[in-house]
T-cell receptor
Framework: SQQGEEDPQALSIQEGENATMNCSYK?????LQWYRQNSGRGLVHLIL?????REKHSGRLRVTLDTSKKSSSLLITASRAADTASYFC???????????????FGQGTTLQVKP | GAVVSQHPSWVICKSGTSVKIECRSL??????MFWYRQFPKQSLMLMAT?????????EQGVEKDKFLINHASLTLSTLTVTSAHPEDSSFYIC????????????FGPGTRLTVL
């Protein structure tokens, strides 16, 4: 399977604390994306980081990418109860020189932020 | 961002019946859409790539005769679960691909299928 691994599988923190989630993948990528999914809902795109970028910020989100280790991390600072959701990383599935547009999703991290 | 809708948002059907799920890109044209399946507490698994005007491309292990995909226009793809059985109960999510400088998929809100 090309699916990546995410850890931890579940994370429970208090409001105000930081949450860090990690993602590892197996193949070469053009970019890596993070998504959020509230229970029983669709996916919300959070951030995209290209393979030639090492770090990217968006509001309270900070994403890092280490292509040598084939890993990425998502940091949510000053967490809020509303951040409670599942978080998935996704990598583009390249096939030779063609970009299929497909995404391969990690297993996800379930984050619970307690008020 | 671009908007993708799915209809219905949930459906309950009897075993043996067929169910059609629609996926629409509301404000952009998508030659490529994707269908995913998600079981409870699991990740999204890509089922197939829907290509406008041509046959869908199915992932390994997905039965093309069981999950019929039609992409008849640049804004609509449909997934029909034929002769549904309880094991087909799942959350089905579609996405539409927008190709600009970077490819970006926009996801629908999902359809909860329950087969009794």
């Amino acid at each position: 399977s090309q699916q990546g691994e995410e850890d931890p599988q579940a994370l429970s923190i208090q409001e105000g604390e930081n949450a860090t989630m990690n993602c590892s993948y197996k193949t070469s990528i053009n970019n890596l994306q993070w998504y959020r999914q509230n229970s029983g809902r669709g996916l919300v795109h959070l951030i995209l980081i290209r393979s030639n970028e090492r770090e990217k910020h968006s509001g309270r989100l900070r994403v890092t990418l280490d292509t040598s280790k084939k890993s990425s991390s998502l940091l949510i600072t000053a967490s809020r109860a509303a951040d409670t959701a599942s978080y998935f990383c996704a990598t583009d599935a390249t096939k030779g020189s063609s970009n299929t547009g497909k995404l391969i999703f990690g297993q996800g991290t379930t984050l619970q932020v307690k008020p | 961002g671009a908007v993708v809708s799915q209809h219905p948002s949930w459906v309950i059907c009897k075993s043996g019946t067929s169910v059609k799920i629609e996926c629409r890109s509301l404000d952009f044209q998508a030659t490529t859409m994707f269908w995913y399946r998600q079981f409870p507490k699991q990740s999204l698994m890509l089922m197939a790539t829907s290509n406008e005007g041509s046959k869908a491309t199915y992932e390994q292990g997905v039965e093309k005769d069981k999950f019929l995909i039609n992409h008849a226009s640049l804004t609509l793809s449909t997934l029909t679960v034929t002769s549904a059985h309880p094991e087909d109960s799942s959350f089905y999510i579609c996405s539409a691909l927008l190709r600009l400088t970077v490819d970006e998929q926009f996801f629908g809100p999902g359809t909860r299928l329950t087969v009794l």
